[in-house]
Nanobody, 122 residues
Framework: QVQLVESGGGLVQAVGSLRLSCSAS????????MGWFRQAPWKEGEFVAA????????TYADSVEGRFAISRDNAKNTLFLQMSSLKLEDTAVYYC???????????????WGQGTQVTVSS
């Protein structure tokens, strides 16, 4: 079992920046690929970013490419999502997830956090 807890969400103005964190406990964090997903009100959940167990390989949704950066610190059992140039449409609950493969398919992840709200205002 892996327990995941997100933090860092909040209210931010458009074009601003925010950094989300995901703290992991339980089984070895470094053994898992990690991902970020989000769900906006009245919309389906969507993939945001993912990274391999080492953090050397990363993938991004087209909608956040060049604006968001995923990274991890295995020594601190923590995953990050640095978000810049935020847009209104980035407003959503953001979830981190752990799994065997770093890809965009949510069902391939085994463990999920409870989510953190990000609200971007004009």
């Amino acid at each position: 079992q892996v327990q995941l807890v997100e933090s860092g969400g909040g209210l931010v103005q458009a074009v601003g920046s925010l950094r989300l964190s995901c703290s992991a406990s339980g089984r070895t964090f470094s053994g898992y690929a990690m991902g970020w997903f989000r769900q906006a009100p009245w919309k389906e959940g969507e993939f945001v970013a993912a990274c391999s167990w080492s953090g050397s390989r990363t993938t991004y949704a087209d909608s956040v490419e060049g604006r968001f950066a995923i990274s991890r610190d295995n020594a601190k059992n923590t995953l990050f999502l640095q978000m810049s140039s935020l847009k209104l449409e980035d407003t959503a609950v953001y979830y981190c997830a752990a799994g065997r493969f770093s890809d965009s398919i949510a069902t391939r992840y085994d463990y999920w956090g409870q989510g953190t709200q990000v609200t971007v205002s004009s």
